[in-house]
Nanobody, 117 residues
């Protein structure tokens, strides 16, 4: 059974920074893609950033240049460094693990990020 545990959310003023972490435990199969999604109240869940087990990164346009995703395969952990935060970044951030060959998805419980203006 795969479990994802997120940490690092919180309340920050606009322009500030936060770092999210997501640790995966259990039987982690590679290749895989780990990433972060977010869901603001009244909106659909959206992709923020992903990183493959091979190191390929991708970002949604609204966070490019401000957010950086990184991963540690040895620890099965992914990080999201969020700089220059804006109020519109306020959302519940979810960690995701996708197993490439089976296309099975795993989700964390979510961590709240709130950016005040």
């Amino acid at each position: 059974q795969v479990q994802l545990e997120e940490s690092g959310g919180g309340l920050v003023q606009a322009g500030g920074s936060l770092r999210l972490s997501c640790a995966a435990s259990g039987r982690i199969v590679r290749p895989n893609v780990m990433g972060w999604y977010r869901q603001a109240p009244g909106k659909q869940r959206e992709l923020v950033a992903t990183i493959s087990s091979g190191g390929r990164e991708s970002y949604t346009d609204s966070v490019k240049g401000r957010f950086t995703i990184s991963g540690d395969n040895a620890k099965n952990t992914v990080y999201l460094q969020m700089n220059s935060l804006k109020p519109e970044d306020t959302a519940l951030y979810y960690c995701n693990l996708n197993i490439v060959y089976t296309r099975r998805n795993y989700w964390g419980q979510g961590t709240q990020v709130t950016v005040s203006s």
